[in-house]
């Protein structure tokens, strides 16, 4: 993924939303730890974006992420937007680290902090994910962002299946980006998605509040937002 937009075809827009409707999830299998190993198949894409560093990747996330919230969210929710604070990367092996609620922030992992109101990541998890495809990035801060906009929500907006549901914000996120031309998707990104989704997947298929949900189900929800925007993610009695 490349920041800033080098024109593109709507068509082209549509063709990678439909292409990433239409995967079949295979694969990775997810083992519920998102502990990524080896690289993927698209990794031998050529991809154009693929010689920025994790951290040019990460700023870009953020900034296109933030940038999308606070050009749409009075067309969605009332108030003013406000952006979470970015504590950024953290080392989760390391001791002393920052934590959350008196609870150190979990190793290989990304989170969104209520109590601190902030998103943060474990870089060891970054790096991993993004020599799989840069795309992973985009994704993780797109889907701790998605938290960050439930917190601030009245709780009829906030669906149970929360991870669920901030996998279809981080959707409607990167591809409300791509429409908005803030963000260009680059040939592979969302084979990409599909893997990352996969792999940061649970086994078994969502049943209660704290679930990611299998392979399926995210790779459904993400591309649900990508096709039906913020509006589509939001439980169905408001929607
Ligand atoms: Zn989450």
């Keep these: 993924m490349v920041v800033p937009w080098c024109p593109r075809t709507a068509a082209a827009v549509l063709t990678v939303l439909t292409v990433l409707a239409l995967l079949t999830v295979s ?4 083992s519920g730890l998102p502990r990524p190993a080896g690289t993927s198949p698209s990794a031998s894409v050529p991809d154009p974006g693929a010689g920025d560093s994790v951290e040019e990747d990460i700023d870009a996330a953020v900034s296109i992420t933030t940038t999308y919230w606070s ?46 109101d902030y998103v943060a990541w474990d870089m060891d998890l970054m790096r991993a994910g993004h020599r799989r495809g840069d795309a992973w990035v985009y994704l993780v801060i797109a889907h701790e962002w998605g938290h960050a906009v439930q917190n601030r929500l009245d709780a009829g907006l906030v669906d149970l299946a929360r991870e669920l549901q901030a996998d279809c914000l981080a ?16 040939d592979g990104d969302t ?39 913020v509006r589509g993610c939001l439980p169905d009695a408001v929607r």
């Design 27 to 30: 694969g990775c299998g997810g």
């Design 71 to 116: 050009t749409h969210w009075s067309e969605f929710f009332t108030g003013a937007y406000r952006p979470p604070r970015v504590l950024g990367a953290y080392d989760g092996a390391a001791a002393g680290g920052p934590s959350c609620g008196g609870t150190p922030l979990p190793d290989d992992n990304a989170v969104y902090c209520p109590g601190g």
């Design 171 to 186: 959707g409607a996120v990167l591809f409300g980006a791509a429409r908005d031309r803030t963000l260009t998707f680059e």
């Design 191 to 229: 084979d990409e998605l599909a893997d990352a989704l996969s792999a940061l997947a649970d086994a078994t298929p969502w049943t209660n509040t704290s679930d990611h949900g299998d392979a399926s189900q995210r790779v459904s929800a993400f591309s649900r937002g990508a096709e039906s925007g």
